[in-house]
């Protein structure tokens, strides 16, 4: 039994009833989640709303085939990108070629070799795995930019924008008045005599007083 954290959604699709149970007892015996369905309609609405992490699906349908289902699954996703496995009983070269043309990731033959299935789902485990392990640094990586970039634009005593910091700012907003064609005020302070303020109550007192 597989872990529950390494578990995949699975969306099963194929017309045959028999060889989707028993698909599914085999999946869900490894500790899967399945979902079935028995068509290119019923496959794309699954889809939808079920957001596998991996599709196994039939080339040979009635109405539309599984090369029309991976194609359609893919524009769907928009930019992401979810394993599909073809299921066939065709094994030809030009049967893969045309899987792996239409959008599909890997080519079974019919009937599915348990041993084989699962090392096929292994497979797709670890990839999944690198895919979030990738997330995750690049989610911290945006996060440590991100810090830098306001440790860079920042005084660390006061923090307010420092001079690059006003620098990029001053450009913003100058971008923005040019834009929208509206008058932009600059005003500049300035603390007299605070040389002196640090000379008689010294450094710490002048920080506070900042």
Known sequence: MIHHADSLKILLVDDSISLRSHLTVQLKDQGHEVMQAADAQEALAAFTRFRPDLVLLDVVMPGADGYFVARQIREIEAGQWTP??????????????QGIEAGGDDYLTKPVSPVVLAAKLRAMQRLRAMGRRNQEISEALRQANSQLRHL???????????????DDCLQTELRSAQRDQTPLTLVICDVDYFKAYNDTLGHVQGDGCL
């Open 84 to 97: 599909i496995i073809f299921l066939s009983a065709q094994d030809s070269e030009n049967d893969l070629w």
């Open 152 to 166: 860079s634009q920042t005084d660390e005593l006061t923090g307010l924008h420092n001079r690059r910091g006003f």
